[in-house]
């Protein structure tokens, strides 16, 4: 914003913007960085970073005019924001320690509120250059500036969604201000508040699932949580003074606000759920509109996938992982089943794309396994806990099969020649597609079918019987039963008696 009468802050703004103090970025996902917020204290507003702890408040701008609305962009290196340096408010951008400081807008109309699109490629801001203020997007480079919205009352603090589908911002055509949504292409607006107080600032969480926003409906301006299609309005503050300009951790997990609680607007952080309100910012000038850096975590492996083939129970086949690194880095790699390791491995990869395939042991059941990625802690990798599915073929899947002298008995592989009955089991792991029908088969030594195929109901474990009709010892040799779901043999199981 363009500036600003202190301590009435958003309620008696100059310039732009619906009264209310400057956009504050939705914070995307990654690890939590410093956070940039404007401050007064060496005499006129400037952008300033510090420590999420507060610690290291450094000052980026240093010029006798006004820098605001400061905003990470995605991948935490450059910082968008609003200066009058040249005479009338404009969009400027800056690397994360305060160089390179470049102007993107040059309209005779204020530009103001900037906020990133989550791919880093354009900027979406407010300006008053037709008059009226509206929401614009352009290039990141300060290219293709285009208008997104066009009515007679002021739209402003746009914040586009982690997704990168929709932006949301704040509009005064129903005559007050209240929270809307958009496409990207300014079509499809939506309000989302109908209260009868006044509703700023909205903000993304990183997951795009929830909407942080300020609001004075309750008699002053407190924060709010809504899910991203208006519902479940919830307050997190409660306090007589203002609360303002809500912004999240990338983690998901806090919310940074200005507040003037304690006479003077500072900075304060709390949880997500409005818990452990705590103070960062103390001295006499009032600093506000703090921005969270996304600090990006570079993961080695991109994708986690099993790829192979079931026959008779058994999968066969190999880990595939895929991605891409930046610089040589090795990691040792561990499959495992809930504690049970099944694969250990490891990688050992040069800079660029990669594709790597690591040979599966025998023995894998359907389910979810966690792959462990551990790189070399000098890398500047992070360690990795990806899930890796392997789903049930059609047939289903047995977990061991096994023959034995009673029904579900212990596994004995050759039978006595006295035996006069014979038990098949099979434990099944994984049910068969309701369309198959499952049977057991058994086959006498030289391959003819003991009798005809008996259906099984797909229960845990299935059991069927072997025994020579006349009652007698059952003629010697080597058997086999086979569980069948519908032409599919799921396992065979061998015995033999003699």
């Not at 025994?467 to 069948?484: E, F, K, V």
């Amino acid at each position: 914003m363009a500036s600003r009468s202190w301590p009435v802050l958003a309620l008696v703004a100059a310039a732009l913007f619906l009264c209310v103090a400057g956009d504050l970025e939705a914070a995307f996902p990654g690890a939590n960085g410093r956070i940039a917020f404007e401050s007064e204290r060496d005499g006129n507003p400037e952008i300033y970073s510090m420590e999420p702890d507060a610690s290291d408040q450094t000052r980026l701008t240093r010029n006798p005019a006004s820098d605001t609305d400061p905003a990470w962009s995605p991948d935490g290196t450059r910082i968008v924001f609003t200066s009058n340096r040249d005479g009338n408010d404009e969009i400027y951008t800056m690397n994360a320690d305060g160089t390179g400081q470049t102007r993107l807008t040059t309209s005779p109309g204020s530009d103001s509120n900037p906020s990133w699109s989550p791919d880093g490629r354009n900027i979406v801001f407010a300006s008053r250059r037709d008059g009226q203020a509206e929401i614009y997007v352009m290039n990141a480079d300060g290219t293709g500036q285009t208008r997104l919205t066009d009515n007679t009352a002021p739209d402003a603090v746009p914040a586009w969604s982690p997704d990168g589908s929709k932006i949301a911002f704040t509009s005064a055509r129903d005559g007050q201000n209240e929270i809307y949504v958009m496409n990207v292409d300014g079509s499809n607006e939506a309000r989302l508040t109908t209260d009868p107080g006044s509703d700023v600032s909205p903000v993304w969480s990183p997951d795009g699932k929830k909407i942080a926003f300020a609001s004075n409906r309750d008699g002053n301006y407190e924060i709010y949580v809504m899910k991203a299609d208006g519902t479940d309005q919830t307050r997190l503050t409660r306090n007589l003074d203002v609360d303002l300009d809500p912004a999240w951790s990338p983690a998901g997990t806090q919310i940074a606000f200005t507040t003037n609680r304690d006479g003077n607007y500072e900075i304060y952080r709390m949880d997500a759920d409005g818990t452990s309100q705590t103070r960062l910012t103390t001295n006499q000038a009032p600093d506000a509109t703090a921005d969270w850096q996304p600090v990006l975590i570079k993961y080695i492996v991109r994708t986690a996938t099993l790829r192979g083939r079931w026959r008779q129970s058994v999968y066969s086949g190999s880990l595939v992982l895929a991605g891409r690194v930046d610089a040589p880095v090795k990691s040792q790699l561990v499959l495992r089943k809930a504690q049970r390791e099944v694969l250990p491995g490891s990688l050992d990869l040069v800079a660029g794309s990669y594709q790597r395939e690591l040979r599966l042991p025998p023995g894998l059941l359907p389910g979810t396994y966690t792959l462990d990625v551990e790189p070399d802690p000098a890398s500047g990798f992070a360690a990795q806990h990806l899930a890796v599915p392997l789903a049930a073929p059609l047939e289903g899947v047995v977990s061991r099969g096994w023959s034995s002298s009673s029904p579900g008995g212990s596994a004995i592989s050759h039978l006595p020649r006295s035996a006069t009955i014979a038990y098949v089991n099979f434990q099944l792991a994984a049910k068969p597609n309701r369309s198959l029908r499952l049977t057991i088969a058994c086959y006498r030594p030289g391959g003819s079918l003991v009798g005809p195929p008996k259906p099984k109901p797909p229960v845990s474990l299935i059991v069927s019987a072997v025994r020579n009709p006349t009652g007698g010892p059952i003629p010697h040799g080597a058997y086999s039963c086979t569980l069948d779901a519908g032409a599919v043999i799921v396992k065979r199981v061998r015995f033999t008696i003699g």
